[in-house]
């Protein structure tokens, strides 16, 4: 099934992000996780993107592989298109659509610090108007509130992001952000762009220091005041700043879902006990929406 037959059927859906395990580690670590994750009812799970740029060394295929066919929840293959080839993907592909899994998150992917890129693809669009030529699959793409930390202004991103829509996007999904007030801003822009795909709001709940300094330096996400001073009250206290980091987020998915956000994608950084305390929290909501 087409993750956008969701979107149609629905007035709202919930989602999840986790990640493969990385390098050498054994697939089985992600086990206990996937479990529980697939447990909680969400409309599906996204995977993301492994290192390597096949079958045999990249997780990402075989993660999405097991929520779809072993827990029985659609799945969204994250893939990235830089320093790849055609041949390279076309693997991927194949055996993602062997394995019943149709619905990829096409994305570009980190440039090399060396700024140097080879293969096929330069840019999402590239990757999108190829998927769209060869396989019936549900296409989401990444979006962003702030504008790509690598584009010059959020009038050029929104652009690039109309590119990306026009070349057959089913959907978006939002990178994190900490302020609902950037992402209605964000809406009434894109809206004027006559970008009009449904839109999933992308919501990291942050529940240590570290991961402010993660957020800070991958996105430039900007962390409000308000948070700040959670931050600063509780960050000696694990269990405490988790629970306030749960609470931010709860109260972040309230205001959203109330002002007719399409869906909620959590970023759950592999953390089933946080994943299950926020859709807990919003779930009556949920299902009060979609009656």
């Not at 709202?12 to 580690?25: L, Q």
């Not at 998150?105 to 080879?118: C, F, Q, V, Y």
């Not at 709001?201 to 001073?229: D, H, W, Y």
């Not at 009250?233 to 109260?251: F, M, N, T």
Request: proline share 3%.
């Amino acid at each position: 099934m087409k993750i956008i037959d969701s979107f149609n059927n629905k007035k709202v859906i919930f989602s999840f992000e986790i990640f493969p395990p990385k390098g050498d580690t054994p697939i089985e670590k992600i086990y206990d996780t996937l479990e529980e994750i697939s447990s909680l009812g969400g409309d599906y799970i996204s995977v993301t993107y492994g290192a390597g740029g096949s079958v045999r060394d990249n997780k990402t295929v075989e993660v999405s592989s097991l929520i779809k066919n072993k827990y029985g929840v659609e799945s969204l293959s994250h893939l990235t298109c830089i320093n790849s080839t055609k041949d390279n993907l076309d693997e991927i592909i194949n055996k993602l659509n062997e394995n019943n899994v149709r619905n990829i998150l096409a994305l570009r992917g980190d440039i090399p610090e060396s700024g140097e890129t080879k293969g096929d693809f330069k840019y999402a669009y590239e990757l999108i108007g190829y998927l769209k030529e060869k396989v019936d699959f549900g296409i989401a793409a990444a979006c962003y509130p702030e504008g790509h930390f690598q584009c010059e202004n959020l009038h050029d991103d929104i652009i690039r992001l109309k590119e990306k829509v026009d070349c057959g996007v089913d959907y978006l999904i939002t990178q994190l952000f900490l302020d609902n007030n950037i992402f209605y801003n964000y809406l009434d822009r894109i809206t004027k762009a006559r970008i009009n795909v449904p839109i999933e709001a992308g919501i990291m709940p942050v529940i240590n220091k570290r991961q402010i300094q993660t957020i800070s330096k991958l996105c430039g996400a900007t962390i409000p005041e308000k948070f700040i001073k959670i931050i600063s009250k509780y960050e000696h206290s694990k269990e405490a700043l988790r629970d306030a980091g749960i609470a931010y987020a709860v109260e972040q998915i309230v205001d959203l879902l109330s002002s007719g956000v399409r869906g909620i994608h959590l970023y759950t950084m592999n953390n089933p006990y946080v994943a299950k305390k926020i859709l807990e929290n919003v779930n009556s909501i949920i299902k009060s929406i979609n009656e």
